[in-house]
Every structure is written in C-alpha cells, then in structure tokens.
C-alpha cells in the first residue's frame, strides 16, 4: 500500500516535471511568458541560439516520451535525467564562453527536471526488476 502510494506520487511528479520541461522550454520563445529572464546581454544570434536549444529541448522529451510509451521502457528516463542535471554546466559553460550571465532559473529547471526523470526511471527499473523475479520465482 505505502508503495503504491510513494509510486503514484513519483509518477505524478515526474509527468508533471515532464509538462514543466516541455512548456518551460516553449515559452522561452516568448519574452512575456518566459520562465526564464533572458540577459540584456543576449541579442542577435546570441539570443536566438539559447531559444532554439530550448525548442530543441523540448521536442527531443516529446519524442524519448513517445519512444518510452510505446516501447514501455520507462527506464530510459535515467540517463534522460542525467543529461538534463548536465545541462546546468552546459549552460554555465555558455554563458562563460559568451561572457554573459545566465538565468538561475535554468539551474533549478534543469535539476528539479533532471532529478524527477532520475527517481521516476529508478523506481521503473525496480518495480520491473520486482516483477521479473516475482515471476521467475513463481515458474
């Protein structure tokens, strides 16, 4: 029972955090509906670079969701999650590069989504890691 619940808990967070990456990436389009305040600094192809990698972002979850769905292989998720809490050096690192300050916002984005995929594809590999030697126990 308590399982179940810590479960259904972890997957409400994570396709929640799911809905948070994809409209927080495509909103970065927007400068009114942004989740992230762009620096002043960022102009021309600066700005459209950082924009385009969220848009790229955001269909790139949308495909490894459907892979995920219809594979039924959650556990992708994991190194998902991964790549997501590395992107907070990759953007640090971008705005060094460009001598530019980058939103802090994107860290905290980048670790509450990175860690949500993380938890979700771990608790996925247990439960079928469970499963499997349920039934191997049972033939």
Known sequence: MLFKSIKLLLEANFY?????????????????????????????????????????????????????FFRHNFQVMIPVGFFLVMMIGSMRFYGEINAISIDENFSLFFLYTGISHIIYGVMVRIEKGSTHKHTENNQ
């Open 16 to 68: 929640i955090s799911v809905i948070v990456l994809i409209a927080g990436c495509l909103l970065s389009v927007s400068d009114s509906y942004s989740l992230f305040e762009f620096n002043e600094d960022l102009y021309g192809a600066l700005d459209n670079n950082l924009r385009i990698i969220m848009i790229y972002l955001a269909m790139t979850e949308a495909m490894i969701l459907m892979y995920c």
